[in-house]
């Protein structure tokens, strides 16, 4: 059975930073990227950042130059730097990790920002 645990979250005033870590467990194969996702109250989850096996990542507008996310697919983790923090980043925070066989989510993990 594959579980994605999710650490890290808290509470934090603007402009401060957290790191969000994530470890998967159980049989994964072939993984192809990992990211984070969030949903804030009575919004959709969106995404937040991913990054894939070869590398590459990817960052809406939102958090480009603010967040930075890491990974090792040997390691099944993955890892999101915040930094400067702002109110409206304030979600329930989601690990995910796509295999060629299907994707993964984990429990999430709150992060609040106060202003």
């Known amino acids: 059975q594959v579980q994605l645990v999710e650490s890290g979250g808290g509470l934090v005033q603007a402009g401060g930073s957290l790191r969000l870590s994530c470890a998967a467990s159980g049989s994964i194969f072939n993984i192809n990227a990992m990211g984070w996702f969030r949903q804030a109250p009575g919004k959709q989850r969106e995404l937040v950042a991913t990054?894939?096996?070869?590398?590459?990542?990817n960052y809406p507008d939102s958090v480009e130059g603010r967040f930075t996310i890491s990974g090792d697919n040997a390691k099944k983790t993955v890892y999101l730097q915040m930094n400067n923090l702002k109110p409206e980043d304030t979600a329930v925070y989601y690990c995910?990790?796509?295999?060629?066989?299907?994707?993964?989510w984990g429990q999430g993990t709150r992060v609040t920002v106060s202003s």
């Open positions: 995910w990790v796509q295999s060629s066989y299907s994707s993964y």
């Open positions: 990054i894939t096996n070869s590398g590459s990542t």
